[in-house]
C-alpha cells in the first residue's frame, strides 16, 4: 500500500507564506507525478499545482507567481511554497500521488491516492 502524509497547514495573514510537505512511502516502484489540490466549503476539489518525474509543472492560474511546487525524488516528498498568501486560498489542501506500485509482483499505476488534508487558513 502507498501512505501519503501531509505537514504544514495552519494560520497565516493575508500576505504571509506557507509551506506544505507530502511525502509517499509504501510499495512504490515509481512516481509519475505529485501534486496539490484544495477543497474550500461548499467548493469542488480543485488542482493548486502538479509536478512529474520530469520536472514539468503545472499551475492553476489563480496560484501561478506565488505558489511554487517542488519535490525531493530521494525522498519520495513533494513541497509547495505559498506566498502572497490571499484570504480565496483558505482551504483544506490535499497531497495527490500518480505512482506506480507493486502488488504480487506486478506492477500497476495508481493516481488516486491521497494525503489527509490539511486546513489553511489566511485571514485578513
Known amino acids: 500500500q502507498v501512505q501519503l502524509v501531509e505537514s504544514g497547514g495552519g494560520l497565516v495573514q493575508a500576505g504571509g507564506s506557507l509551506s506544505l510537505s507530502c511525502a509517499a512511502s509504501g510499495t512504490i516502484f515509481s512516481i509519475n507525478a505529485m501534486g496539490w489540490y484544495r477543497q474550500a466549503p461548499g467548493q469542488q476539489r480543485e488542482l493548486v499545482a502538479k509536478i512529474t518525474s520530469g520536472g514539468n509543472t503545472n499551475y492553476a492560474d489563480s496560484v501561478k507567481g506565488r505558489f511554487t511546487i517542488s519535490r525531493d525524488s530521494a525522498k519520495n516528498t513533494v513541497y509547495l511554497q505559498m506566498n502572497s498568501l490571499k484570504p480565496e486560498d483558505t482551504a483544506v489542501y490535499y497531497c495527490?500521488?500518480?505512482?506506480?506500485?507493486?502488488?504480487?509482483?506486478?506492477?500497476?499505476?495508481?493516481?488516486?491516492?491521497w494525503g489527509q488534508g490539511t486546513q489553511v487558513t489566511v485571514s485578513s
Open positions: 495527490n500521488a500518480d505512482v506506480v506500485t507493486t502488488v504480487d509482483s506486478l506492477r500497476y499505476r495508481r493516481s488516486d491516492y
